[in-house]
C-alpha cells in the first residue's frame, strides 16, 4: 500500500512557476514509478509526467516538455512537479499515481492522491 498527499498548489499568474510535491508513506516508494497527471473541469484526466523508480528516466507529455520537471527523493518519499512558463490553459487539478510500471498511462497506476488545485491566471 502506498499513501500519496498533494502539496504546493495554488493561484499564479501567466508565466510564473509554482513547485508541486507529492509525500509518500510505505517502505516501498523507490520500487514504484511515479506519475503526475492533471483534470481541468469537464475534460478527461491527462498525463504530465512520470519518472522510473530510480529516477533515471523521465518522461513528458509534449505540452509540457521543457516547461515541467519531475524530480523524485527515494530518502524522502517524496517526487515533486516543477512547473515554470505556465499557461492559463495548465489550470487543472493535479494528482501525483504511483505504479509497478513506468507508464503514460494512467489505467495502469494503481495509487492515488487526492490531487492540488492549480489555477493559473491571464
Known amino acids: 500500500q502506498v499513501q500519496l498527499v498533494e502539496s504546493g498548489g495554488g493561484l499564479v499568474q501567466a508565466g510564473g512557476s509554482l513547485r508541486l510535491s507529492c509525500a509518500a508513506s510505505?517502505?516501498?516508494?523507490?520500487?514504484?514509478?511515479m506519475g503526475w497527471f492533471r483534470q481541468a473541469p469537464g475534460k478527461e484526466r491527462e498525463f504530465v509526467a512520470a519518472?522510473?523508480?530510480?529516477?533515471?528516466?523521465?518522461v513528458y507529455a509534449p505540452s509540457m516538455k521543457g516547461r515541467f520537471t519531475i524530480s523524485r527523493d527515494n530518502a524522502k518519499n517524496t517526487v515533486s512537479l516543477q512547473m515554470n512558463s505556465l499557461k492559463p490553459e495548465d489550470t487543472a487539478v493535479y494528482s501525483c499515481?504511483?505504479?509497478?510500471?513506468?507508464?503514460?498511462?494512467?489505467?495502469?497506476?494503481?495509487?492515488w492522491g487526492q490531487g492540488t488545485q492549480v489555477t493559473v491566471s491571464s
Open positions: 499515481a504511483a505504479s509497478i510500471s513506468f507508464s503514460t498511462d494512467d489505467d495502469r497506476y494503481d495509487y
Open positions: 510505505g517502505r516501498t516508494f523507490s520500487s514504484y514509478a
Open positions: 519518472i522510473s523508480p530510480s529516477g533515471a528516466r523521465t
